[in-house]
């Protein structure tokens, strides 16, 4: 299994930027799939999760109405829109299935995300 996240970068509040995660060494069509964020000095957090055909979608309460994720299964990528950025969306950000989300070992190496004036 190979993810490879890129399309972090620094930003302004209230900017935007589109993540994506290039998936390899598994049938990316068969799994959901998520992002999870990490800020510095605290735990990973879920952010949002799409289920395998990509028709359902889910949100951590802090960026609903502001991140869409989707999918592009012929392509094998997952991606993740950020709108209305803010300072507290700082991390940084991985892909990961949904199944093994907590465990890093699963995630991919990471972009940084800097939401900053």
């Known amino acids: 299994v190979q993810l490879v996240e890129s399309g972090g970068g620094l930003v302004q509040p209230g900017g935007s930027l589109r993540l994506s995660c290039a998936a390899s060494?598994?049938?990316?069509?068969?799994?959901?799939m998520t992002w999870v964020r990490q800020a510095p000095g605290k735990g990973p957090e879920w952010v949002s999760v799409i289920n395998s055909g990509g028709g359902n979608t889910y949100y951590e309460d802090s960026v609903k109405g502001r991140f869409t994720i989707s999918r592009d299964n012929a392509r094998n990528t997952l991606y993740l829109q950020m709108d209305s950025l803010k300072p507290e969306d700082t991390a940084v950000y991985y892909c990961?299935?949904?199944?093994?989300?907590?465990?890093?070992?699963?995630w991919g190496q990471g972009t940084q995300v800097t939401v900053s004036s």
């Open positions: 060494g598994f049938t990316f069509s068969d799994y959901a």
């Open positions: 990961a299935k949904w199944e093994n989300w907590r465990d890093p070992s699963s």
